[in-house]
């Protein structure tokens, strides 16, 4: 082989290794994240849903196979201990920025409702509500809607 | 910093103030993200120089950044989730905004922790910026100052929103765009104003 | 639901004024030049087609494996792989602008991150491109009202840009309020 190609070689190979390297490092760290994650997010959603009623909390997780796990946690709910339907926190972005928005729909019904927002005080809270007519709640109502559908689908296929 | 360069960073890093939730714990996390990734950067070019791969630089200071924009999201997931999923796409403006930012920033120093150092002090007026606008737009839009912390953000309540709902628009995307504006304005109008006061100090030495 | 979702990226949480893709080039305005057409075009075809891949290569390869955080650096590899396959297809010779890449990556980013299936993935990418490119003739049209009033120089321009866009955000958050609440007659 001559020279330039053992010298395009050589790049391409430290390329390459350098691509491994990375991904090889963040995989890592995915793994050591993912407690982190269903925990804390479990806990910010049980104080949206206590807020909204009493007995309501977050259970296991779901396994919702979507590119959304990313910006979004889906749980089972729990009125005590009792399966009641699904809960979700989504990153919903708004007038405000994003927040990080919970919706729950009850295991019965079609209905998502929108049960809050995690971190938002006073004047601006009162701009989020289930009642209004805001453009961007309905849109990921309809999401998590189609997420959930589309979980319970996959539910019964794996039976 | 001169008038050019600091447009060249409010122009990259818009995104990053304007469209990010306006509470003074993201801005920190933001700029945090923001030093770390120019700092990484500039490290990494000296990498790239090393191994003589020159002509894979850009593809490969892409891939290291979003590496790091991707790493500094996993540890802040492990730190407080409910950030990093509020942030989840705003945490990629910044990675995108240091490598458009690549062509103000300097490798040509002799070491690896001169360059590093170099750029950082060229981010830094830049990020004390970002820094006092995420505060003042906690301060004014929530009446709150916060912090990251483990399983969310703590506040420190100022006064009641209630009383000022005003300034509840500079929380909103539209609010920070103002306030970004104004800030530019003014900054520009002072610069003119100095650059007229040196030139007539100029005028009359050489008088 | 196509509509639903190109309507919420195009207007109601419009990707350029709310999520912020592109909200700093649009106030450049340098888009005067006569061969923007390919531009587009070849912009359009590589969010797409990079958008495509991508979701192919999240759910079979990276969801199974519990790796979806890691899709963006798959994405920029498959992006900067079409880009640069697609301009030697259609030869665009304009200038390449790391503005482009980034407003073309965000929305591929975007459109990975709240698709649910391949085909909403492709409307959200295609409608927050839409947003970018059909805001400019509307801010270039002010600005050009403007200067023909009063001569701005470059950065007070820019400064006028952030103003229109403020009221752009306004104007669209107007479609949130209920004008006809009989609460506002009491």
């Known amino acids: ?159 | ?207 | 639901m196509i509509l639903n979702s190109f309507l919420f990226y195009f207007i109601f949480a419009s990707a350029v004024l709310i999520y912020g893709i592109g909200i700093n080039s649009n106030a450049e305005v340098t888009y005067s030049r006569k061969n923007l057409l390919p531009v587009i075009i070849k912009s359009y075809v590589c969010v797409i087609s990079t958008v495509v891949f991508s979701f192919l290569i999240n759910k079979f390869l990276l969801l199974p494996v519990g790796l979806i955080e890691l899709y963006p650096m798959f994405a920029l590899l498959v992006f900067m792989a079409l880009s640069v396959f697609i301009e030697i297809l259609i030869q665009v010779t304009a200038k390449k602008s790391a503005s482009e890449f980034a407003i073309a990556f965000l929305c591929v980013v975007l459109a990975l991150n709240e698709g649910i299936t391949l085909v909403d993935a492709i409307i959200i990418a295609f409608s927050c491109l839409t947003s970018f490119y059909l805001l400019i003739p509307f801010l270039y049209a002010i600005l050009r009202r403007i200067d023909s009033v009063k001569n701005l120089d470059a950065y007070s321009q820019k400064c006028s840009m952030f103003f229109i866009m403020v009221v752009f955000i306004l104007a669209l958050y107007s479609l949130n309020i209920s004008w006809f609440n009989m609460g506002l007659l009491r």
């Open chain 2, 1 to 207: 910093m001169n008038k050019s360069l600091y447009f060249i960073f409010t122009a990259a890093a818009f995104s990053m103030l304007v469209c990010a939730p306006g509470r003074f714990a993201y801005g920190f996390v933001l700029m945090l993200e923001f030093l770390l990734i120019i700092s990484g950067a500039s490290a990494f070019s000296y990498l790239v120089k090393t191994l003589k791969l020159e002509n894979l630089k850009s593809v490969l200071n892409l891939a290291f950044i979003m590496f790091l924009t991707i790493a500094f999201k996993l540890v802040l997931v492990l730190v407080s989730p409910v950030m990093a999923l509020t942030l989840s796409f705003v945490i990629y403006v910044p990675a995108i905004s240091a490598f458009m930012l690549s062509s103000v920033l300097t490798n040509e120093e002799k070491t690896v922790k001169d360059g590093v150092a170099k750029n950082l002090v060229t981010s830094l007026v830049f990020a004390l910026f970002t820094l006092v606008f995420f505060f003042v737009r906690d301060v004014a839009g929530f009446g709150t100052i916060t912090l990251p912390a483990k399983y969310g953000i703590t506040e420190k309540v100022l006064f009641d929103v209630h009383k000022s709902a005003f300034f509840s628009f500079f929380a909103s995307v539209p609010g920070a765009l103002m306030m970004v504006a104004v800030t530019v304005a003014v900054i520009i109008l002072l610069q003119n104003k100095f650059s007229i006061i040196e030139k007539a100090g100029t005028q009359n030495d050489s008088e």
């Open chain 1, 1 to 159: 082989m001559d020279e330039k190609t053992k010298t395009q070689l050589a790049s391409c190979g430290s390329f390459t290794g350098i691509l491994l390297l990375l991904f090889i490092i963040l995989s890592g760290l995915v793994f050591l994240s993912l407690s982190s994650w269903e925990n804390g997010l479990r806990k910010n959603t049980d104080y949206v849903l206590q807020g909204y009623s009493e007995n309501l909390h977050c259970g296991e997780m779901l396994p919702i196979k979507e590119g959304i796990v990313t910006s979004a946690a889906f749980y089972q709910l729990m009125d005590k201990d009792t399966v009641k339907g699904y809960a979700a926190i989504v990153r919903m972005t708004t007038y405000y920025g994003p927040v990080p928005a919970v919706f729950i729909q009850e295991q019965n019904s079609s209905e998502v409702i929108f049960a809050g927002v995690y971190g938002l005080r006073s004047s601006i809270n009162m701009e989020f509500s289930n009642d209004s007519n805001d453009l961007v709640i309905n849109y990921w109502k309809d999401k998590c809607s189609r997420i959930f559908d589309e979980y319970k689908k996959s539910l019964e296929d794996g039976e």
